[in-house]
């Protein structure tokens, strides 16, 4: 039987990937629900004080991580990362987000709030177009989409509302 590698408990144990490795810990109910939904309990996090010891560096990782959503900076300072392993503790996934905050994901449809001008076609996408199934790409804060009438472009998100 396996226990969460944070807490100790053995309550429905499953893994989770600590991204963007394909590394996994095992968490139980209770720590995976907290950290999917971003409220931490501070007192069941107690944990963390034996966790960040562990010989798995995945589980040093997710405790690092943790530690800093939970502002505990006296832990941090104690904690030892291998370069490769603090590489990883602060990689964060560019998380895009429209004109009005909402997370926008591959697949999404979109409407465009100001007229955009796009360069080298002498063509406007007016305000009000919508766009549908954008998709990510390498360049910040843009996606790209295919606009009637012009093509495959990319769109700066800070110009979009979700739909």
Known sequence: MSVCDL???DVNVT??????????VNLCQTCKSQIESGN?????????NDSMWSENSAVKVLSYRLLKQLGRADLLDMMYLEPEEQTWAEYEEEV????NGNILVSGDTVTVIKDLEVKGTGKTVKRG?????????????HVACRVDGIGS???????LKKV
Do not use: Q, W
């Open 96 to 99: 895009l987000k429209d004109s």
């Open 153 to 159: 472009i990319y769109l700066k998100t800070e110009f």
């Open 129 to 141: 177009t919508t766009v549908k199934n954008i998709r990510m790409c390498d360049v910040p804060e």
């Open 7 to 9: 807490c100790g408990s």
């Open 15 to 24: 893994e989770y990937k600590v991204a963007p490795k394909e590394e996994v």
């Open 40 to 48: 931490l309990d501070e007192g069941h996090f107690n944990c963390l």
